[in-house]
């Protein structure tokens, strides 16, 4: 059975930063992307970052780039999301999830296991 489980959630002020981590149990995490994902109030569930199975490739939304870093280590099942300069539009309960597919998944239907979520506040 695979799990898939997010930590490092929590409430920071804004121009702060947080570091999420996903474990994934389960299946052989080294053949398989990962990414992060975000539901915002209101909004749909939408991608943040992904990366592939060996950690060389990623891909970031336009909303995020040169503030957020998508990174695996393989040996200890985890992926991780370093958020610095964080702002109040990035509130949102973030995901993770693991893909079908040793690539980059670009749609959320590439993503076979998903964590509960780990809310992110910033406050202002």
């Known amino acids: 059975q695979v799990h898939v489980v997010e930590s490092g959630g929590g409430l920071v002020q804004a121009g702060g930063f947080l570091r999420l981590s996903c474990v994934a149990s389960g299946l052989t995490f080294s053949n398989v992307g990962m990414g992060w994902f975000r539901r915002a109030p209101g909004k749909e569930r939408a991608i943040v970052a992904l990366?592939?199975?060996?950690?060389?490739?990623?891909y970031y939304a336009n909303s995020v780039k040169g503030r957020f870093t998508i990174s695996r280590d393989n040996t200890k099942n985890t992926v991780y999301l370093q958020m610095n300069n964080l702002k109040p539009d990035d509130t949102a309960v973030y995901y993770c999830?693991?893909?079908?597919?040793?690539?980059?998944?670009?749609?959320?239907?590439?993503?076979?296991?998903w964590g509960q979520g780990t809310q992110v506040a910033v406050s202002t």
């Open positions: 999830a693991a893909a079908a597919i040793p690539q980059i998944g670009v749609s959320l239907d590439d993503y076979d296991y």
């Open positions: 990366i592939n199975w060996g950690g060389v490739n990623t």
